[in-house]
């Protein structure tokens, strides 16, 4: 089992950046498939960016693509989401997510472990 923990949230005004980072203990991070999800007061938790176990190959949606990009270290059992030029639409509570088994994948019911949150609200 994992556990993960999410830093680096905080206050930033439109078109500034973010880099949210996502500690795992109690087991490598390279056991998992790794996403990055959202949720926005009264919305559904929505998904942001996954990387693969080894980190070659990423998948976003198009409503982050070309603006968010997820890394990992395996290493150090770390994983990252740079967020760059912001909008207040990406204001939400940012998770982090494990999944042990599969592919990789957008669905956050897939996942089976996942961080307590970390706040990011963008300013007009």
């Known amino acids: 089992q994992v556990q993960l923990v999410e830093s680096g949230g905080g206050l930033v005004q439109a078109g500034g950046s973010l880099r949210l980072s996502c500690a795992a203990s109690?087991?490598?991070?390279?056991?998992?498939?790794m996403g990055w999800f959202r949720q926005a007061p009264g919305k559904e938790r929505e998904f942001v960016a996954a990387v693969t176990k080894r980190g070659s190959s990423t998948y976003y949606p198009d409503s982050v693509k070309g603006r968010f990009t997820i890394s990992r270290d395996n290493a150090q059992n770390w994983v990252y989401l740079q967020m760059n030029s912001l909008k207040p639409e990406d204001t939400a509570v940012y998770y982090c997510?494990?999944?042990?088994?599969?592919?990789?994948?957008?669905?956050?019911?897939?996942?089976?472990?996942w961080g307590q949150g970390t706040q990011v609200t963008v300013s007009s």
């Open positions: 109690g087991r490598t991070v390279s056991s998992y498939v």
């Open positions: 997510a494990a999944r042990e088994f599969g592919l990789i994948t957008r669905t956050p019911d897939l996942y089976d472990y």
